[in-house]
């Protein structure tokens, strides 16, 4: 079971089997129960967050869910002083004198990853390369020597030590999309890295009939479709699943059927690509730049 914000799911009920993600579960599975955390990438829409969530109920223990930020610091994923508890401690033991005492101290709030790393729970960190590389540098200790480093003294700790069932799953996008920072090496070595570029057909037809409820044969049509597009044009498209399902959603609450060449169906597929192209397109602009700024660097 997975407990995030106060609610529990199990994404074991809602995985579609397929060869493909098989071989991605089963692969990730082993290298988790070795102890080696895992890190899958890929492009928005590839399903990491699916497996991730679907790894994390296959090791049974209970799971923290943390997403990537641009304003988080260390200490949103270790901990810190949070808010002040004053006590006040009035002494009339002899009546005519009147002792008082006044305690003041911070309370103290753990961080997920302090949290999952002290109690043996499985992390999951979805879209990691969101936070700063700096943010995410706490990891390196606790991937390698096996302790959270505080960043204070806490009741008289210095760092806590990693439970030997603590377990941890990144997902990422490239580094290309906005918002994404650059992943530091130092982190990525010491995780094992899934790429979920290039679903196969089998696996995003199967997706997309279990998601939408579209009759296999229309579900066909549509993925059919979408992949030629893509084939057409795999500079300006991604590999998203997104433009099946959502094409798919349409179809299956109109009630219209997946008719090559019919106005409605050709219509929808152009808006939903049309959506997708400017999304890979201003990712190819991001690439063009990033290549151009390491030319005037280098």
């Known amino acids: 079971m997975v407990v995030t914000h106060g609610h529990t799911i199990d994404p074991r009920v809602e995985f579609v089997q397929t060869p493909f993600f098989q071989d991605v579960i089963t692969r990730a599975l082993t290298y988790l129960r070795a102890g080696i955390p895992v890190h899958l990438q890929g492009p928005s829409g590839t399903g990491k967050t699916t497996c991730a969530l679907h790894l994390a109920a296959l090791l049974e223990r209970p799971v923290v869910v943390m997403f990537g930020n641009d304003q988080y610091t260390s200490s949103d994923l270790t901990g810190r002083h949070f808010g002040v508890k004053r006590k006040l401690v009035i002494d009339q033991y002899i009546h005519s004198v009147e002792r008082r005492e006044e305690q003041i101290s911070a309370d103290w709030v753990d961080g997920r990853l302090l949290t999952a790393c002290r109690e043996g729970y499985t992390l999951v960190y979805d879209e990691f390369s969101r936070s700063r590389p700096e943010t995410n ?61 290039g679903v196969d057909e089998e696996s995003e037809l199967a997706i997309t009939v279990a998601k939408t409820g579209l009759g296999a044969e229309d579900a066909l049509t549509v993925v059919s479709t979408v992949r030629r597009y893509r084939d057409e044009a795999p500079s300006r498209l991604g590999h998203s699943i997104r433009a099946s399902l959502m094409i798919a959603s349409v179809l299956k609450s109109t009630g219209v059927p997946a008719v090559p060449g019919s106005p409605f169906f050709e219509q929808l597929c152009r808006d939903v690509l049309r959506i997708e192209t400017e999304s890979a397109g201003r990712s190819a602009d991001r690439r063009k730049k990033k290549r151009e700024a390491s030319k005037v660097e280098a």
């Open 137 to 197: 540098n706490v990891l390196l200790s606790v991937m390698e020597e096996g302790i959270v480093e505080l960043p204070v003294t806490y009741r008289g700790e210095k760092y806590v030590k990693v439970h030997p069932e603590f377990r941890a799953i990144f997902t990422s996008n490239p580094d290309e999309y906005a918002g994404v920072h650059g992943r530091p090496d130092a982190l990525l070595d010491r995780m094992l890295t899934i790429d979920l570029n």
